[in-house]
């Protein structure tokens, strides 16, 4: 069974850090392109950013320079270090893996389905 955790989140000042974890089982971590998602509140979910197999990264626009995504395979886990929050970044984060499996929720970005995520960590971008 794939399972995601994430981890790491909560209440920031602007222009602060934060450091988020998945942990992932169930599934084959290394062979599989991943990502993180946010729900902002009263909005949709949106693609944040993904990392491949190989590790070449992309990230939306409006966290370009301020959010690393990164992996470390021998432990299973995704990591998102967000640099300089700002009040529009308090989301609750997902990590999800690239999936073909429609049978489960997914977001499409990138022409890639994600899903599988977890119940999320809050990040809350406050002073």
């Known amino acids: 069974e794939v399972q995601l955790v994430e981890s790491g989140g909560g209440l920031v000042q602007p222009g602060g850090s934060a450091r988020l974890s998945c942990a992932a089982s169930?599934?084959?971590?290394?062979?599989?392109?991943m990502s993180w998602l946010r729900q902002a509140p009263g909005k949709g979910l949106e693609w944040v950013s993904f990392?491949?197999?190989?590790?070449?990264?992309n990230y939306r626009d409006s966290v370009k320079g301020r959010f690393t995504i990164s992996r470390d395979n021998a432990k299973n886990t995704l990591y998102l270090q967000l640099n300089s929050l700002k009040t529009e970044d308090t989301a609750m984060y997902y990590c999800?893996?690239?999936?073909?499996?429609?049978?489960?929720?997914?977001?499409?970005?990138?022409?890639?389905?994600?899903?599988?995520w977890g119940q999320g960590t809050q990040v809350t971008v406050s002073s």
């Open positions: 999800a893996k690239e999936t073909e499996d429609l049978s489960v929720p997914t977001v499409r970005a990138l022409g890639v389905n994600w899903g599988y």
């Open positions: 169930g599934f084959s971590f290394s062979s599989n392109t």
């Open positions: 990392i491949g197999i190989k590790g070449g990264t």
